[in-house]
């Protein structure tokens, strides 16, 4: 059986190099800088071989020089070694080309680059098609995609493994619209056959990778109420895409917990903020600032992929293919003039190409060595959809088209899972949804900084002042001061105070001042800027507001009216009396009242949460960021993802309960794992019955 591999491997070798050699000889008849002969011209024969002998050397060269690169380039970002990809490939070849012993081939160094690419692509495409035709070929083929290798693996047991797959941003509803629409035919199938079942869960009220993903992987979310914060006692901005931040954030959660996260035994942890305790990492976030060793492999599936020049050539031509798309699309958006829609220019269509190019096929890349070497348990993040989404829109055609793809990379993990040493159940599961709507800026002509400076009576950008939204919040300040009348460009400005800090999360507005140590009151804060509450409560852009209280825990205040049922500021609700059937949270779904109440107890609340308004009818809310499809607060579809299991696993919750919250999902997870007869990971009593 050995043998007929060996000679089957030597004839799709044979093959792929002879229609290397062919393509080499049709582009040097195109290209006027790339010959094959001297200038004295030679025969057709002298042509063929020196032709053969350079496609060969190219082929070795690639195979042997190749690794060697993209291993001394692992300290390059990313983006850069995609960028570098042709410049070496082409070098390769002129380098195959001078020592071709044949005929006085030459190239141009820019011919160089389009002959390499495209030579690299034909035997790409046609090794593939060969490998396609026979089971173990496909498999040798899929191994090449993989992430590197350990050394020596021990044998994997015959208990299934399981593979959890995060498909970042997309919510239930857009999912199921998904499937109705005909966009996710692998996912359509397994709901139909049916393998799997579809469970929606409930986010907290940070609805954003940071917090979700940190409750899944390592079960504690606690502390973490929104994207960015602030933390007054290090005098620092905390981001949950941050290295150091993540970094900062995974520890705290592993030290709250006492164990190291959902992946501690034989797990692997890809493309994830968060490493889950997995002792094999690929582009994980919170790991990056770390000096590179044993420990740290975070660029590790970029040298894994990298390595196969034919895939470091497919992938740089698809970059660049949606650096294209994404400038058709957004010059297409202006010249329609559709609404709502926000600036795409920049850097941004390089970045939109890195995530769902670049990012996704190393990611798929390492999920399917995962798979091959029969690990027990894997959490890959793919963040194709959540990127396109926050600047085309959440049901935009430009994200359903994301979708597709996304479909199709989970439909190559089943066929990898299929050539497994062990059986696999897949997992695919969402962090978050997200909620459309114009930007808040879009609508009133003013950011939410602006509206927070206007109301403490700072100074505010000119067009910000003329804005109808500017002139209420100078008319409160003046009228809180006792200045009914305006005299020419005065404005009360403190001086003893250093200016407040806001920050954005989608549709989640945090307002701390710096200068106080602790978390301010309502009462302090009246004292301080006695109309910015008001300003904020009252403004139709905002939902409600979040503010510690002396006479109470805390309270919520809403824009029912100056002088509402509950107080002076309109609806002003004790954070122990919240209902959200009634009051400022009334339409804000179920769970609301829990989720802010859980926030309040966080010791990093900002002095001021404030959530944008929401209409229930379209799913709208208004962003504090420049995005279009926003999450991050409360408010629609954002905080309803989905949990899509096999029919394997017991059910996530009894029937007629909801699942509530990323720390309940890791939960759950973890049981599944147990169920499998994965990685333990040691439960308490209170834990065991919660899941």
Not at 115 to 133: C, N
Not at 267 to 286: C, I, K, P, Y
Not at 333 to 347: D, H, M, N, T
Not at 583 to 596: C, I, T
Request: glycine share 10%; with cysteine.
């Amino acid at each position: 059986m050995r043998w007929r591999r060996g000679v089957s491997q030597i004839g799709r070798s044979v093959t792929v190099w002879a229609v290397s050699t062919v393509t080499m000889l049709v582009l040097a008849g195109i290209l006027p800088d790339f010959q094959l002969q001297s200038p004295d011209g030679d025969s057709a024969t002298r042509i063929a071989v020196t032709a053969a002998l350079g496609a060969g050397a190219f082929g070795v060269l690639s195979a042997v020089v190749w690794p060697l690169l993209v291993r001394l380039l692992l300290l390059v970002p990313a983006l850069v070694l995609g960028l570098l990809v042709f410049f070496l490939n082409g070098s390769l070849l002129l380098v195959a080309l001078r020592i071709n012993p044949s005929g006085q081939s030459e190239a141009a160094p820019e011919t160089a680059v389009i002959v390499a690419a495209v030579m690299s692509a034909v035997a790409s495409a046609t090794g593939g098609a060969l490998a396609v035709r026979d089971d173990d070929a496909y498999r040798r083929r899929l191994s090449r995609l993989a992430t590197r290798r350990r050394k020596s693996h021990p044998p994997c047991p015959a208990v299934p493994g399981t593979v959890f797959l995060q498909l970042d941003g997309v919510g239930h509803d857009v999912l199921t619209a998904a499937v109705d629409k005909g966009l996710m035919p692998t996912v359509a199938r397994w709901l139909q056959d049916p393998t799997h079942r579809l469970t929606p869960w409930r986010t907290d009220w940070s609805s954003q990778t940071g917090a979700s993903q940190l409750g899944i992987l390592h079960g504690s979310n606690f502390d973490v109420p929104a994207f960015r914060w602030y933390e007054k006692e290090h005098r620092e901005v905390m981001v949950c895409n941050r290295p150091t931040s993540a970094a900062e954030l995974q520890r705290r959660a592993v030290e709250r917990t006492a164990d190291g996260g959902l992946l501690t035994l034989d797990g692997a942890s890809r493309g994830n903020l968060f490493s889950g305790g997995a002792d094999e990492q690929a582009l994980v976030l919170s790991i990056a600032t770390r000096r590179r060793g044993r420990e740290n492999r975070s660029r590790a599936g970029y040298f894994a992929y990298f390595s196969d020049p034919a895939n470091a050539v497919r992938t740089a031509l698809s970059f660049f293919a949606e650096v294209a798309r994404e400038i058709g699309q957004s010059t297409t958006a202006r010249l329609r003039k559709q609404r709502p829609r926000v600036k795409r220019g920049g850097l941004y269509p390089f970045v939109r190409a890195f995530a769902t190019v670049v990012e996704r096929d190393v990611v798929v890349a390492a999920v399917m060595g995962d798979l091959l070497v029969g690990r027990s348990a894997v959490y890959a993040d793919l963040v194709a959809y959540d990127e396109v989404a926050h600047h085309s829109g959440p049901h935009s055609r430009d994200a359903e088209k994301v979708l597709e793809r996304l479909d199709r990379a989970l439909a190559l993990i089943e066929k990898a899972a299929e050539h497994a040493p062990r059986p696999y159940r897949i997992v695919v599961l969402s962090d978050h949804g997200q909620s459309p709507g114009e930007t808040f800026r879009a609508r009133y002509g003013l950011t939410l900084g602006d509206l927070v400076r206007a109301g403490c009576g700072l100074p505010v950008p000119r067009q910000a002042e003329r804005t109808h939204s500017g002139t209420e919040a100078r008319a409160a300040v003046r009228a809180a001061l006792r200045r009914p009348v305006e005299e020419g460009g005065e404005k009360h400005r403190p001086t003893r105070h250093s200016e407040p800090i806001v920050l954005a999360s989608g549709n989640l507005g945090l307002i701390s001042f710096p200068d106080v140590p602790h978390r301010m009151t309502k009462e302090e804060i009246d004292a301080r800027y006695p109309a910015l509450l008001t300003t904020l409560a009252n403004h139709p852009g905002i939902g409600f507001l979040l503010v510690r209280s002396e006479a109470h825990s805390g309270v919520v205040l809403g824009a029912y009216g100056a002088y509402g049922a509950y107080g002076a500021y309109g609806a002003e609700v004790p954070v122990e009396r919240l209902d959200g059937d009634a009051g400022p949270l009334a339409g804000f779904g179920a769970g609301a009242a829990d989720a802010v109440r859980r926030t309040h107890s966080f010791p990093h609340t900002a002095d001021i949460m404030v959530n944008s308004w929401y209409d229930p009818e379209d799913g709208e809310v208004l962003a504090f960021e420049e995005q279009i499809g926003s999450h991050g607060g409360l408010g629609g579809a954002q905080g309803r993802p989905f949990l899509l299991s096999p029919v394997d696993f017991s059910m996530p919750v009894e029937s007629g309960q909801d699942l509530v919250g990323a720390e309940a999902v890791h939960r759950v997870l973890r049981r599944w794992l147990r169920e499998a007869d994965g990685p333990q990971v040691p439960v308490t009593e209170e834990e065991e019955k919660a899941a």
